[in-house]
């Protein structure tokens, strides 16, 4: 028998076994300490250990554990509801609860069709993302998402939606084209590609403002989110913002896209809507979807077992008073500028780190072989999965990310509570894990 019946992502790799978490830190049993620098995947905003949101947990789970949405609502549920859409922006007065993102994500989807379905337009029934994008890892959610490493395992369950350029302007800016230019041509060039699908069958098209898994930290240029959002009214499409990672403070703001004024038609949270103290992630809805389906059929998209439950809404409303309470916004600002300029100095010491973009505690950068060319290290080369085992080895977490052959990019997502003398020291162990893969000249291997 082997010595664990827990099957790991890598099936032959040793784990180390965490023990305990307290803020930006992660400690095993041998006695390390990691510093958290992507919140695990981009999940753990507020840091491990809070006692504030246990204590909260705990009142809950000693009232009421479960109950089921067709049969009762419940006050946590209700309260958390009323709380997400008095921070969204416009119109999004509405909130469903799931459990993951990629559960949001096919909710999403199932709510755009169900939208049109009922106005009397079923034959809107397609979902278009981008090619380099990623929404989750279910069936729909994988459909809708344009990452060429995940979706193989799933062949022909999937539906090949993904049909728009990304904006990333480090690839396909043309050499001078202004920030304005490379927003008017991006968005032209995903509405051409929209329009060669037939507006008439597209119920939707999803967007995350800034690429997190596919594309490392992909920030659109200025007026792309807007643009979109004007081609979708005039083609007579939905807009769905996936921003579980980016929404809940990630970028200093409560929602990424709220910088542009833009009010998508469903936007989509998780991570650090709970800070990963429970598996919480939701759905905002303007007025006109839950009108159109209130004055139809009067029946919502189903949901899951655990969508709304008591606990992880109670966790999540816990997580809001503590992040209002100790100006966590305020910190995700400072500290993420105080990143921001370390990054760009070890850049400029190291020529294969390229292109440190991204916004309030969300960054993240690539490796390039030749800055000059901009070419990328072969897919056999691994550089982002190599570059998070040096890190790992020095107790920093950082996320791989990037589509190879196109980037290998890594993410730095620290707990928005991480103070100055932990973004130095985050800093400090980046700079030795690239000092060392520097070292080992891992860009020209042949």
Known sequence: MPDSALLKQHVHRTYPTVMRGMGVFLFDTEGRRYLDGSGGAMTASIGHGVEEIAGAMYVQLSTVAFTYRTQFTNQPAEDLARRLTALAPGDLNWAFFVSSGSEATEFAMRAAIAYWREIGHPEKSKILGRQLSYHGMTLGALSMSGHAARRPDYGSLLHPFPVGPPAYAYRYARPAESEDAYAERAAAEFEAAVVAQDPSTVAAIILEPIVGAAGGVLVPPAGYLARMREACDRLDILLIFDEVITGMGRTGEWFASTGEGVVPDLLCIGKGLSAGYSPVAAVLMRDRIVEAISMGSGVAPFGHTFSGNPVGTAACLAVLDFMEAQDVLDNARARGAQLEAGLRELASKH??????????????????????????????????????????????IVYPAGIAPLNNAVVLCPPLTITAEEVDLLLYLLSQSLGAMSAKDFLALP
């Open 351 to 396: 020529p294969f780190m390229a292109d440190v973009r991204g916004r309030g505690l969300l960054w993240g950068f690539e490796f390039v072989v030749d800055p000059r060319t901009r070419e990328a290290p072969a897919p056999r080369h691994n550089a982002a999965s190599v570059f998070v085992d040096e890190c790992f080895k020095w107790g920093l």
